[in-house]
């Protein structure tokens, strides 16, 4: 089921939250385990068959972490072996079920045939979960797992509010925070998850899904053989960038404010990356804890491997002697690699592939960028406060091209729009704007047959949401004196502060009735799909 549903806010959210206070009493044991019961339920709810398809997954998982904890120390060749088998497994099971017919399309590509593909039920929120699972399996192997049982375990892999779609957590900051719940009503607690949740009701109910009709007949369009012009284009880009900004930033609010409803705090995800004055900022934004996992098991590992192979081959390594051969095998390869990951693993298809290889070598260049800068700009003081508006713009600018690329349905499609937004497919506007401004038609722009009004109304769209998105003080910062997500201190809090009290709470109550007023046409979160 959706958060923004009417079944979840007025009959499942409700029972699971005052039976979990109630089972509370009995303890927390009692508590926990009635937790697990609901998020399994959660999980069911659209498919039975989706619990049918990754229990197995889950107790393997949990038979293998319990035998990694066992030989790691006695016997690490064969506590090595097993974490090989069990990233394996885990890699494979997402590959059948998300992967497998994109790669018999490919062979069959290049075979030049035509197979059969079978419709395969993709079960819920697997991406997600498969990395958690693999990051569960090497936490335990590393020693900073050390005792879990297969309740804590499922609670752990179950947990419904970051289930579907992140944040990806790590066992070791949940289960202490389980293990200490009380269990029982916090008015806090409560204040502050239905703060969160409200909030990302509104941006998900209102804000997203207020563009997303103007941006998703233009990809249709597209995809269909159309060619935008210039305006459609960037509506477009601008268009679904900001809808996906504020579908996900919804999200992670939501996600967070239910699981402090609970009690538990959950990591950050999201901290106003179009904010963000270099792509590698960005990504210390944008899905926060999905750069995490890349970062700690694909990135790092692979980093430190290399340039211990270096070093034995006496070449240089990173650093203020690094020379081309050490950036391009140290920084350039392993870069490109985990963003190809990263691309992959949002979809089975080739434009997610290029978009990640796109983010990749945009992040290469931003690295290479700041090898050089010293060079050439020596303040780096100065540097900074000239190049932070440069910066910033050309960041927007590259996260919305390559934005392009992930929403589009094939790389054709993704070409048409690039090609109306650098102009090559004409400018024009309809009929009704070129009535009142003849003047245009000099400069070039043609008339159309499209609504002014739609044209406009998508124009006043993206310009509030880009006010919203770069003026106003994220959710994050307002709680920060209440801790919203792991790692967020009153040191973070920029501009107002979130108090309860009666102004606070009669905003919220307007945010949180339109949100629940937008229900009546129900759609899906978009990262829910990866």
């Given at each position: 089921?959706?958060?923004?549903?009417?079944?979840f806010?007025?009959?499942?959210?409700?029972?699971?939250?005052a039976?979990?206070?109630l089972?509370?009493?009995?303890?927390?044991?009692?508590?926990?385990?009635?937790?697990?019961?609901?998020?399994a339920?959660?999980y069911?709810w659209?498919r039975p068959l989706?619990?049918?398809?990754?229990a197995?997954?889950?107790l393997i998982?949990?038979?293998?972490?319990r035998?990694?904890?066992?030989?790691?120390?006695?016997q690490?060749?064969?506590?090595?072996?097993?974490?090989?088998?069990?990233?394996?497994?885990?890699?494979?099971?997402?590959?059948?079920?998300?992967?497998r017919?994109?790669f018999?399309?490919?062979?069959?590509?290049?075979?030049?045939?035509?197979?059969?593909?079978?419709?395969?039920?993709?079960?819920?929120?697997?991406?997600?979960?498969t990395?958690q699972?693999?990051?569960?399996?090497?936490?335990?192997q590393?020693?900073r797992?050390?005792?879990?049982?297969l309740?804590?375990?499922?609670?752990?892999?179950?947990?419904?509010p970051?289930?579907?779609?992140g944040?990806i957590?790590?066992?070791?900051?949940?289960?202490?925070?389980?293990?200490?719940?009380?269990?029982?009503?916090?008015g806090?607690?409560?204040a502050?998850?239905i703060?969160?949740?409200?909030?990302?009701?509104?941006?998900?109910g209102?804000?997203?899904?207020?563009?997303?009709?103007?941006?998703?007949?233009?990809y249709?369009a597209?995809?269909?053989g159309?060619?935008?012009?210039f305006?459609d284009?960037?509506?477009?880009a601008?268009?679904y960038?900001?809808?996906?900004y504020f579908?996900?930033?919804?999200?992670?609010?939501?996600?967070?404010?239910?699981?402090?409803?609970?009690?538990?705090?959950?990591?950050?995800?999201?901290?106003?990356p179009?904010?963000?004055?270099?792509?590698?900022?960005?990504?210390?934004r944008?899905?926060?804890?999905?750069?995490?996992?890349?970062?700690?098991?694909?990135?790092?590992p692979?980093?430190l491997?290399?340039t211990?192979?270096?070093?034995?081959?006496?070449?240089?390594?990173?650093?203020?002697?690094a020379?081309?051969?050490?950036?391009?095998?140290?920084?350039?390869?392993?870069?490109?690699?985990?963003?190809?990951?990263?691309?992959?693993w949002?979809?089975?298809?080739?434009?997610?592939?290029?978009?990640?290889?796109?983010?990749?070598?945009?992040?290469?260049?931003?690295?290479?960028?700041?090898?050089v800068?010293?060079r050439?700009?020596?303040?780096?003081?100065?540097?900074?406060?000239?190049?932070?508006?440069?910066?910033f713009?050309?960041?927007f600018?590259?996260?919305?091209?390559?934005?392009?690329?992930?929403?589009a349905?094939?790389?054709?499609?993704?070409?048409?729009i690039?090609?109306?937004?650098s102009?090559?497919?004409?400018?024009?506007l309809?009929?009704?704007?070129?009535?009142?401004a003849?003047w245009?038609a000099?400069?070039?722009?043609?008339?159309?047959?499209?609504?002014g009004?739609?044209?406009?109304?998508a124009?006043?769209?993206?310009?509030?949401?880009?006010a919203?998105?770069w003026?106003?003080?994220?959710?994050?910062?307002?709680?920060?004196d209440?801790g919203?997500?792991?790692g967020?201190?009153?040191?973070?809090?920029?501009?107002?502060?979130w108090?309860?009290?009666?102004?606070?709470?009669?905003?919220?109550?307007?945010v949180?009735?339109?949100?629940?007023?937008?229900?009546?046409?129900?759609?899906?979160?978009?990262?829910?799909?990866?």
């Open positions: 089921m959706l958060f923004n549903s009417y079944v806010l007025c009959g499942f959210l409700p029972v699971v939250l039976s979990f206070f089972c509370g009493r009995l303890g927390r044991d009692a508590a926990l385990l009635w937790l697990i019961g609901a998020s339920v959660f069911a659209w989706n619990v049918v398809l990754i197995p997954s889950i998982n949990f038979v293998l972490a035998a990694l904890l066992r030989y790691r120390e006695a690490p060749r064969a506590a090595q072996a097993l974490l090989i088998g069990g990233i394996c497994f885990n890699v494979c099971f997402l590959g059948y079920f998300k992967y017919n994109f018999l399309g490919v062979a069959g590509d290049v075979a030049g045939i035509h197979p059969v593909l079978t419709h395969l039920i993709l079960p819920l929120g697997i991406s997600f979960i990395f699972k693999i990051a569960f399996l090497i936490d335990v590393a020693g797992v050390t005792r879990f049982s309740r804590d375990y499922a609670l752990f892999v179950l947990f419904f970051q289930l579907v779609a944040p957590v790590h066992y070791r900051e949940m289960m202490p925070q389980f293990h200490a719940a009380r269990c029982r009503f916090n806090q607690d409560v502050v998850g703060t969160l949740f409200c909030a990302g009701l509104f941006k998900k209102v804000l997203a899904d207020g563009i997303a009709v103007y941006v998703s007949p233009i249709a597209a995809a269909g159309g060619h935008p012009a305006i284009g960037w509506i477009a601008i268009g960038t900001l809808q996906i579908d996900f930033s919804g999200y992670t609010d939501m996600a967070l404010g239910l699981a402090r409803l609970f009690g538990i705090v959950l990591p950050p995800n999201f901290d106003s179009l904010r963000a004055t270099s792509i590698i900022d960005f990504w210390l944008w899905h926060i804890s999905l750069t995490r996992f890349l970062t700690a098991y694909i990135y790092n692979l980093t491997t290399l211990r192979r270096r070093l034995a081959q006496g070449k240089r390594a990173l650093g203020r002697n020379d081309l051969s050490a950036f391009v095998t140290l920084l350039a390869f392993p870069t490109m690699l985990t963003m190809a990951v990263s691309g992959f949002h979809g089975a298809g080739y434009t997610f592939l290029i978009w990640g290889l796109m983010h990749g070598a945009f992040i290469t260049l931003n690295h290479g960028w700041r090898f800068r010293p050439i700009f020596p303040n780096t003081a100065a540097y900074e406060r000239v190049s932070a508006p440069f910066g713009a050309l960041t600018a590259a996260v919305v091209v390559a934005m392009v690329m992930f929403r349905e094939t790389a054709a499609s993704a070409w048409r690039w090609q109306g937004m102009g090559t497919n004409g400018v024009s309809p009929r009704a704007i070129m009535a009142h003849p245009l000099s400069l070039g722009v043609q008339a159309d047959f499209a609504g009004k739609t044209v406009l109304m124009l006043a769209w993206i310009a509030v949401l880009l919203i998105a003026g106003s003080p994220n959710t994050m910062r307002l709680l920060a209440y919203p997500a792991l967020i201190r009153p040191k973070d809090r920029r501009g107002p502060a108090r309860p009290g009666a102004a606070w709470a009669i905003g919220l109550g307007v949180g009735a339109i949100g629940f007023l937008s229900l009546g046409q129900l759609s899906e979160f978009l990262y829910w799909q990866f």
